[in-house]
Structure formats: C-alpha cells, structure tokens
C-alpha cells in the first residue's frame, strides 16, 4: 500500500476522532494494553491541566477550533502495544523520527501528535500547542514512577524488524534511496524511514535479524488479508474456504504491520 502522508490540523483531529471511541477508562487501548494496568500518564496534572477521571488520559476541557468540527482537549496520552502501534505499520509517514530521553523512538506525524516506542508500549501523545508537546515528551512516565525516568529503546515484532532488515541488507552495496528503492520495490519515502529508524536503534538492534524471505508484494497482500479478517477471522476463512488455523498462520507472517496483534 502506498502510504500518504497526512497533513493539517483537520487531519488531526479526525485521528483523534478516530482513536477516541476505542479508548477505555485509564488510558487503555486494545486487548493487550487492557491486562497492563500500569499505563503512560502526564500524571494528575500536567502544565497546570487537571486529568479528566472519566475519559483516557485526557488534560484540560475539549475545545472546538473556530470554522472545525471536532472538539480536541488540549493534551491526551493513549498507549498501544508496540505490535499493534509502530511506524511501520502505520499507514503514514511521519515527519521525523528521533530518540526521546535516552532509547525512546518517537515519529512525528502531524502538529501535535507523537508517537513514542520504548520497551514493548507505543505512547501517543497529542498536544494542540508546540510548547505543550515538548514538555508532555518531557513528563510522559508510568504510573508506578513518582517521576519521569529514561526510556528504553523499542522493542518491535519480529516481522517489523524483518521490514527494517530489507533495507539495510542492501544499503551497503547499493548507493542511494533511488536504488534501494528499486531493488526492495518500496516506494522511496519508505526507505528513507525505515534507514533512519535503523540508524536510531543502532546495528545491534538488526544484527541477529534476517532478511525477509518474502517479497514486499506478498507482505502488502498479507497485510490486507488481515485487515479484512480482523474482525471475524472464523467467518471470513469458512466464507474462503480456509481453515481459521490457515489464515491465523498467514496473518502471523506480517504480525505488527497491522494495527492488530
């Protein structure tokens, strides 16, 4: 899939619309990060803004943006698993990528909204002022720490490092994004990312990695198969004519592209 890269405020605020619904209370996203009762905060207050007890982790009053529809509070914390949140398989690009206290990963994908990979968690962190983002990067800490703390490097599924690994297997020999790209059938954008994520987490990172067996033509049809199957994996392989089994182990084969785990 060819991914777009999002701009504009409106933008945000659709994603927000978006990833709001499936939050639950204390900040908890997705069946994984419901069993981890500690979770990512700003804690009881941040920049002078009272957490909201009846939402996620939410600061401040929702306010509407003049001439938009939508309503944003002015900082929000969600955490995700890194399988299921990773800037590999989201399907947009950010703006940058660069390390947070020590070994965390963040990519910043539009104004006010980051994401920030450390141990097995994916932290989004989103912010309608500049100012507030840099001191939410600042803050952002577990609850069981009485104060922020290093973060650790990210810790990725095997078949996002694996994506990682399919580029810099040829960086060495091949010179330039065009010929990388050429040669791993990514569009340039994507290579860029996926070398600078790999600079970021250093040659250890991907050195016991090996190089993707299948064509990124094959991830792309098995990253769509999953989406698909998502929901009711049991209905779509009886309507297929697969067993579940079958088509749990194809969507194992691209685990952490999918925004699912």
Same mark, same amino acid.
């Given at each position: 899939?060819?991914?777009?890269?999002?701009?504009?405020?409106?933008?945000?605020?659709?994603?927000?619309?978006?990833?709001?619904?499936?939050?639950?209370?204390?900040?908890?996203? @997705? +069946?994984?990060?419901? =069993?981890?009762?500690? /979770?990512?905060?700003?804690? !009881?207050?941040?920049?002078?803004?009272?957490?909201? $007890?009846?939402?996620?982790?939410?600061?401040?009053?929702?306010?509407?943006?003049?001439?938009?529809?939508?309503?944003?509070?002015?900082?929000?914390?969600?955490?995700?698993?890194?399988?299921?949140?990773?800037?590999?398989?989201?399907?947009?690009?950010?703006?940058?990528?660069?390390?947070?206290?020590?070994?965390?990963?963040?990519?910043?994908?539009?104004?006010?909204?980051?994401?920030?990979?450390?141990?097995?968690?994916?932290?989004?962190?989103?912010?309608?002022?500049?100012?507030?983002? @840099? +001191?939410?990067?600042? =803050?952002?800490?577990? /609850?069981?720490?009485?104060? !922020?703390?290093?973060?650790?490097?990210?810790?990725? $599924?095997?078949?996002?490092?694996?994506?990682?690994?399919?580029?810099?297997?040829?960086?060495?020999?091949?010179?330039?994004?065009?010929?990388?790209?050429?040669?791993?059938?990514?569009?340039?954008?994507?290579?860029?990312?996926?070398?600078?994520?790999?600079?970021?987490?250093?040659?250890?990172?991907?050195?016991?990695?090996?190089?993707?067996?299948?064509?990124?033509?094959?991830?792309?049809?098995?990253?769509?198969?999953?989406?698909?199957?998502?929901?009711?994996?049991?209905?779509?392989?009886?309507?297929?004519?697969?067993?579940?089994?079958?088509?749990?182990?194809?969507?194992?084969?691209?685990?952490?592209?999918?925004?699912?785990?």
């Amino acid at each position: 899939m060819m991914r777009v890269l999002r701009v504009g405020w409106i933008v945000l605020l659709a994603a927000l619309c978006t990833l709001l619904p499936a939050a639950s209370a204390g900040g908890q996203v @997705g +069946a994984e990060d419901q =069993e981890q009762a500690d /979770q990512y905060w700003l804690g !009881p207050y941040f920049a002078g803004l009272r957490l909201d $007890p009846d939402t996620s982790f939410s600061y401040g009053d929702c306010e509407q943006p003049p001439g938009e529809g939508g309503c944003s509070v002015p900082a929000q914390v969600q955490n995700f698993s890194s399988c299921e949140r990773n800037p590999i398989g989201l399907d947009s690009i950010p703006y940058r990528v660069f390390l947070v206290r020590g070994g965390g990963l963040a990519a910043e994908y539009e104004r006010g909204w980051v994401d920030v990979g450390t141990g097995d968690r994916t932290v989004t962190v989103f912010t309608n002022e500049f100012e507030l983002m @840099g +001191a939410a990067l600042r =803050e952002v800490h577990l /609850q069981s720490q009485s104060a !922020p703390e290093p973060l650790a490097p990210p810790v990725y $599924p095997m078949p996002v490092l694996r994506e990682l690994k399919r580029v810099t297997a040829v960086a060495g020999r091949l010179k330039g994004v065009g010929a990388i790209a050429k040669a791993t059938h990514l569009p340039p954008v994507e290579v860029r990312l996926r070398l600078a994520i790999a600079e970021l987490l250093g040659p250890d990172a991907l050195a016991n990695v090996p190089p993707p067996t299948m064509s990124t033509a094959t991830v792309e049809r098995l990253r769509q198969l999953a989406f698909r199957a998502q929901y009711n994996p049991a209905r779509y392989a009886r309507k297929h004519g697969i067993s579940k089994a079958a088509l749990q182990t194809k969507i194992r084969r691209v685990r952490g592209l999918t925004g699912s785990c």
